[in-house]
């Protein structure tokens, strides 16, 4: 038997034809914000990103909060606080928010974790996930909505076709797009060029694996190109302690805010910094979460220093 916080539960399980469809939302200026992680620090430096652009005269951003939006608020305060924002924006279902809804013990949290991530790691995220939940049982209508959240959306930013999706094109919580699972710079494996063909999208921007990456392929003759975010809500590069999310625009981002990016079909691609650790954010972290708390043990390190992944790691372009 698979172990709760391995197992990907069927209802988990997308089909990528299903994105070959008339957009869901058509943009000049999207912001693919994953893995906020409950963090209302890099909530607040979205919105002041989002706010620059309309001061600068420019279209304001449509904002798609690709799912794990939820995760260190497990106060009721800041859950309430978090949902309440996120929900007037456009959001998909992560594995959170699915486990959230609908809770599976077979599943735990719901990350489908692969064999190269400990089981000390998996079982601090399920203890994580069952404070979550138990925050979540005292406000129904906010888990209410959660269920009612799609899990891909098709996004048209000019003349580019954007599939979003959490995980991977067929699992809500798959690791096929995680930086791990790339090949070499140049290939383009028969797997992702199926799933460009059966989306019909020139750009998959996803999240879920927590390390950010923008990779580019050629698939049925075209330019295609893999854009993960990593997370909004933690740092994502070594020594740097700002999140990151994916700014796709028919107009070009400020370049002090962007950390490396490409052009597909003429629109702009960006993996654009957002502040996600303030002083006063980490102390309400350490109020909420305590230094033997799981999610301080699992994530303290990472918060502090960033992850042991650099941007040539992510810049795969």
Known sequence: MVAPGRHCPLHYRTDPAALDRAPDLTAETLYVIGGLYGNTAALGAVLELAADEVAAGQPAPA????????????????????????????????????????????????????????????????RIMARLQATAREQPAHVEA????????????????????????????????????????GETPPQLASWFRRAAVDVFACTHTCLPFAQAFTAGGRARLVVNNGATGMPNVRGDRRGILTRISTRPAVPEQRLYGTTVGGVHCDAVAADCVTPAWEEWFRRVWPADSPAAVSYGTRLRQGPDHGLSDADRL
């Open 146 to 185: 959660l269920g009612r959240l799609p899990r891909q959306l098709r996004v048209q930013v000019g003349p580019v076709s954007v599939g979003v999706i959490h995980g991977d094109p067929e699992s809500l919580a798959g690791w096929g797009l995680a930086v791990e699972a790339m090949p070499p710079r």
């Open 63 to 126: 904002l798609l909060f690709n799912g794990d939006f939820n995760w260190f608020n497990a106060d009721a305060a800041t859950f309430d606080r978090v949902n309440t924002e996120v929900l007037r924006h456009h959001a998909l279902q992560g594995n959170v928010e699915a486990e959230l809804a609908s809770p599976d013990d077979d599943a735990g949290c719901g990350c489908a974790y692969p064999a190269w991530v400990d089981d000390a790691t998996v079982e601090r995220s399920n």
